[in-house]
């Protein structure tokens, strides 16, 4: 066999060998992109009173074409952007949220946040994002330990403080995990918290309910979430 004819055969070994990438790496992408397949992306448990809701209530479709999002991936790895890239459906945004959650009686709406005053505050936990608090995917109502209101709080004077102990002692101790044993942090149910600091809820079961669990602040709420985008 000659060197021409053999340099042939490696030519189209190679071009078998490429096409055959191309074409599962279109197949993989398809499985993706496709609306019944999102499923596939899920990175884990939904949170409580979410489990009926499609990839799509939250997501929204990332921008450009499954090409120029392909394109300007292969362009982040090597070094040629620095902006992250999203692949089919992009991050849930604030405005998703309340779109289903719009609540005017919410004591710590996202968007006070963004002033000026609270930027010490947003190093403790970044309040401005739903997602500062609330990590879809990660099986539990609140993704972190509950005690971000030192975040905003640690410097409380209160004239006529309504419980007793007062609510400056608890902050000069350190109580930070009781806040939620007596205060509804949205304000959303139908929930008066207690004069007395004895008559708190258990701490347990803040956790539990923190975790997915039981709610024990009531079942009523003052605005109920839609059911849909």
């Known amino acids: 066999m000659g060197p021409k004819k053999k340099r042939k055969?490696?030519?189209?070994r190679l071009g078998i060998v490429v096409s055959a990438f191309l074409l599962?790496?279109?197949?993989?992408?398809?499985t993706f992109i496709s609306p019944t397949h999102f499923f596939l992306l899920n990175k884990g448990p939904m949170?409580?009173?979410?489990?009926?809701?499609?990839?799509?209530?939250?997501?929204?479709?990332?921008?450009?074409?499954t090409r120029q999002q392909f394109q300007a991936i292969v362009a982040s790895w090597m070094g040629m952007r620095n902006d992250e890239v999203d692949f089919a459906l992009r991050p849930p945004q604030n405005s998703d949220c309340v779109d289903c959650h719009d609540r005017a009686n919410d004591r710590h709406p996202v968007h006070r946040f963004k002033e000026p005053r609270f930027l010490q505050s947003l190093e403790v936990?970044?309040?401005?994002?739903?997602?500062?608090c609330h990590?879809?995917?990660?099986?539990?109502?609140?993704?972190?330990?509950?005690?971000y209101c030192v975040a905003c709080h640690k410097d409380m004077t209160i004239k006529k403080d309504p419980i007793t102990p007062p609510h400056i002692d608890l902050a000069h101790q350190g109580r930070w995990e009781s806040c939620l044993?007596?205060?509804?942090?949205?304000?959303?149910?139908k929930y008066?918290?207690?004069?007395?600091?004895?008559e708190r809820i258990d701490l347990t079961t803040v956790k539990n309910y923190l975790r997915d669990m039981e709610n024990p602040y009531g079942a009523e709420k003052v605005v109920k979430a839609k059911k849909e985008r």
């Not at 936990?125 to 500062?132: E, L, Q, T, W, Y």
């Open 9 to 12: 055969q490696w030519v189209t």
């Open 24 to 30: 599962s790496s279109l197949a993989v992408a398809w």
């Open 47 to 65: 949170t409580a009173g979410h489990e009926a809701l499609a990839c799509t209530s939250c997501h929204d479709y990332a921008p450009g074409s």
């Open 125 to 132: 936990v970044d309040a401005r994002s739903c997602m500062g």
């Open 135 to 147: 990590t879809e995917h990660s099986g539990a109502r609140v993704s972190n330990n509950g005690e």
């Open 181 to 189: 044993q007596c205060h509804d942090f949205h304000n959303n149910h």
């Open 192 to 198: 008066r918290a207690p004069k007395d600091f004895s």
